[in-house]
C-alpha cells in the first residue's frame, strides 16, 4: 500500500554533513507521523527523529542541535539534515511513515551512513 524509496546515505568524515531524503508513494496518500530510525550493528533499532503533519518534531537527545527534520505534505517527503556528524552516527538509517495512530507503520529499505576518516 506505501512503498518508500530512501536516499542520500554514504560515507562522510567525521564533522561531515549529510542529507537524507524519503519519498512515499502508493494508495495512502497522508501520514500522521514521518520519521527516521537507525540501527547500528549490534544494537536496537532507535528513533532518530520525528515530524508530523503538522510540524511538531521531536529529536532523540544524541542528535539534538546537529540534525534537522522536515517534511513535504504535498510530495509525502520526509528528510533529515545531518550536520557534525560522529562516528557514532554511522548505521544504517530507516524512514517510517504511519498514516494514523493504531495504523501500521510502514518503513523504507535502510540507507547506510558511515562516519569514519
Known amino acids: 500500500q506505501v512503498q518508500l524509496v530512501e536516499s542520500g546515505g554514504g560515507l562522510v568524515q567525521p564533522g561531515g554533513s549529510l542529507r537524507l531524503s524519503c519519498a512515499a508513494s502508493g494508495s495512502i496518500f497522508s501520514f500522521d507521523s514521518m520519521g527516521w530510525y537507525r540501527q547500528a550493528p549490534g544494537k536496537r533499532r532507535e528513533l532518530v527523529a520525528s515530524?508530523?503533519?503538522?510540524?511538531?518534531?521531536n529529536y532523540a537527545d544524541f542528535v539534538k542541535g546537529r540534525f534537522t527534520i522536515s517534511r513535504d505534505n504535498a510530495k509525502n517527503t520526509v528528510s533529515v539534515e545531518m550536520n557534525s556528524l560522529k562516528p557514532e552516527d554511522t548505521a544504517v538509517y530507516y524512514c517510517?511513515?504511519?498514516?494514523?495512530?493504531?495504523?501500521?507503520?510502514?518503513w523504507g529499505q535502510g540507507t547506510q551512513v558511515t562516519v569514519s576518516s
Open positions: 515530524i508530523t503533519k503538522g510540524g511538531s518534531t
Open positions: 517510517y511513515v504511519r498514516p494514523g495512530n493504531f495504523q501500521p507503520v510502514y
